[in-house]
């Protein structure tokens, strides 16, 4: 069982260039989850799908897009990279919708914007 | 902003002591996690603590949620070098659909 797959595991960017993050789950979970991690920040949430079909904005979301493209997949878009955008990003699923059950954590994005 | 801060930052143990990490928030919530991320990976999930529970064991991990103060603590008994990794407690709001996390305990664990 493969849970939470993310890709790439590595990029780096220019500033103004574009990209698309990919995760995909394999538990037939309902809600999936990005959030991204700094130095001293934790993890914040930059957006959610709750369900198939439905998408959310978290705590950070400004510069970012996402698609909920089926119940499997969850796509975060960066549509003009910028330096802050620096930091490693996490995709998550959960089975219930809601914040009411485990979450589980892909193994991250490392993303650099020059 | 963050709804659960854990305490202390850093923390650094002999091997075979226990450790306690805590964690205030500062809204009413329905349930409380803790995570560990060991360095470079993904985070794990451990334990899952309702707002109608006071105590949770699971193996050598023992959990406390006091609503009445919004705060919980984590205590790792007889640790491990494997224990060593940065621990997180993650909140709801009640009623959303979002966890929220704190800025994490750094916890090393000296053989």
């Known amino acids: 069982n493969a849970g939470v797959t993310q890709t790439p595991k590595f990029q780096v960017l220019k500033t103004g260039q574009s990209m698309t993050l990919q995760c995909a789950q394999d538990?037939?979970?309902?809600?999936m989850y990005w959030y991204r991690q700094d130095p001293g920040m934790g993890l914040r949430l930059i957006y959610y799908s709750a369900s198939e079909g439905t998408t959310d904005k978290g705590e950070v979301p400004n510069g970012y897009n996402v698609s909920r493209l089926n119940k499997r997949e969850f796509s975060l878009r960066l549509e003009s990279a910028a330096p802050s955008q620096t930091s490693v990003y996490f995709c998550?699923?959960?089975?219930?919708?809601?914040?009411?059950?485990?979450?589980?954590f892909g193994e991250g994005s490392r993303l650099t914007v020059l | 902003s963050q709804q659960g801060e854990e305490d202390p930052q850093a923390l650094s143990i002999q091997e075979g002591e226990n450790a306690t990490m805590n964690c205030s928030y500062k809204t009413s919530i329905n349930n409380l996690q803790w995570y560990r991320q060991n360095s470079g990976r993904g985070l794990v999930h451990l334990i899952l603590i309702r707002s109608n529970e006071r105590e949770k064991h699971s193996g050598r991990l023992r959990v406390t949620l006091d609503t009445s103060k919004k705060s919980s603590s984590l205590l790792i008994t007889a640790s491990r070098a494997a224990d060593t990794a940065s621990y997180f407690c993650?909140?709801?709001?009640?009623?959303?659909?979002?966890?929220?996390f704190g800025q994490g305990t750094r916890l090393t664990i000296n053989p």
């Open positions: 993650a909140t709801d709001h009640q009623g959303a659909q979002k966890l929220v």
């Open positions: 538990m037939n979970h309902n809600s």
């Open positions: 998550a699923s959960s089975r219930e919708g809601g914040a009411t059950g485990e979450l589980f």
